[in-house]
């Protein structure tokens, strides 16, 4: 066996003990040397075509051996190129726009929606070029709109604004009142309400106006003929109900015993203390109460006449009576006046 022969000619090149070398050769040069022994022995005995194929396999293990070299060497080379040579910036993901688009004209929508159906339908109403689509999409006459111009222009014309504050920077000076706010960030929308005496005077009336209500309101508990729950009791002492409601509870109480359902109508984004719930919903015992005061409720006039009056189904079939007033709702009514 070869490696028989391998051990036989290790023996021999390994120098005996006691000899005159002062130190045993090492391993690699002993095994190097019992290879070329024995390949220079064997050579002599192969036939010319075994020895013509031995040769070529050495060639072409050496040319693969090459390649291999060769391409491990291209690859590693190409890896460090690729390290070493700048990388571009990320590019945005082509659906990350089209979803950041998606989203403002979602609020877009919800702005329109909210303004199309709790807006006074006689209000005047500038707006972005984008946002006066979204109003019309929704109903609003585009008689009753205006589209915004330059920031130091203002809103000439209109009694509200709705538009991105992003967009235009003065627009809390150009109506100070704000009824909604729809998202936030660069998307955000907000419909606003012009005061014309200016932003100090219209906070002044929002403060004036919150006192009265609380006064109403803690008034209007100690009628015997309302019946309000706690949740409603403490909404009432807050000055959180629209001063509308508030006169008109009072004139049905003085025809009619109510219990008072809830309160409704909240502004998105906005506190209550500016603005406050602008629906209520009472019941009563007896039907032919909810359609006398239906009926009185929808004869009234600017600015007690609501945006919305019906008779509508409680849980377990109870008829209740449903008023609703339109956004903005006057500053002022309690002490004479009809301001915003």
Do not use: K
Request: net charge positive; hydrophobic share 50%; with cysteine.
């Amino acid at each position: 066996m070869q490696f028989a022969g391998w051990s036989r000619e290790a023996r021999r090149a390994v120098p005996a003990a006691g000899t005159t070398s002062s130190r045993a050769p090492s391993w690699g040069r002993v095994l190097a040397t019992t290879i070329t022994l024995w390949t220079s022995r064997r050579l002599a005995r192969l036939r010319r075509p075994l020895l013509l194929l031995v040769i070529c396999a050495l060639v072409l293990s050496a040319a693969v051996a090459g390649v291999v070299w060769l391409t491990g060497t291209s690859a590693t080379s190409s890896r460090a190129a690729r390290a070493a040579a700048p990388q571009a910036p990320p590019q945005a993901r082509p659906g990350a726009a089209a979803s950041t688009s998606g989203v403002v004209a979602a609020i877009r929508s919800q702005a329109a929606a909210w303004v199309a159906g709790q807006v006074g339908s006689d209000e005047t109403i500038a707006c972005d070029p984008v946002m006066c689509t979204a109003l019309r999409a929704h109903g609003v006459a585009a008689g009753r709109l205006l589209t915004l111009g330059p920031a130091a222009a203002g809103a000439q014309g209109a009694e509200m604004i709705a538009t991105s504050p992003s967009a235009r920077p003065g627009l809390s000076q150009d109506a100070p009142a704000l009824l909604a706010s729809f998202g936030s960030g660069p998307g955000q929308v907000q419909v606003r309400a012009v005061a014309p005496g200016g932003a100090a005077a219209y906070q002044s009336a929002v403060q004036a106006d919150l006192v009265a209500r609380r006064s109403a309101g803690a008034q209007l508990l100690h009628s015997r003929r309302l019946a309000v729950s706690a949740q409603g009791t403490g909404q009432l002492t807050a000055g959180a109900v629209d001063t509308r409601l508030l006169i008109m509870l009072a004139m049905l109480a003085s025809q009619h015993p109510w219990q008072v359902v809830g309160f409704g109508g909240a502004s998105p984004g906005v506190p209550l203390a500016q603005a406050p719930f602008r629906q209520v919903i009472i019941t009563s015992a007896g039907q032919r109460a909810l359609d006398a005061a239906l009926a009185l409720v929808r004869a009234q006039r600017a600015p007690y006449q609501p945006a919305r009056a019906a008779i509508v189904r409680l849980a377990g079939g109870r008829p209740g009576l449903l008023i609703d007033f339109a956004a903005p709702g006057p500053l002022g009514l309690l002490a004479g006046g009809t301001a915003r």
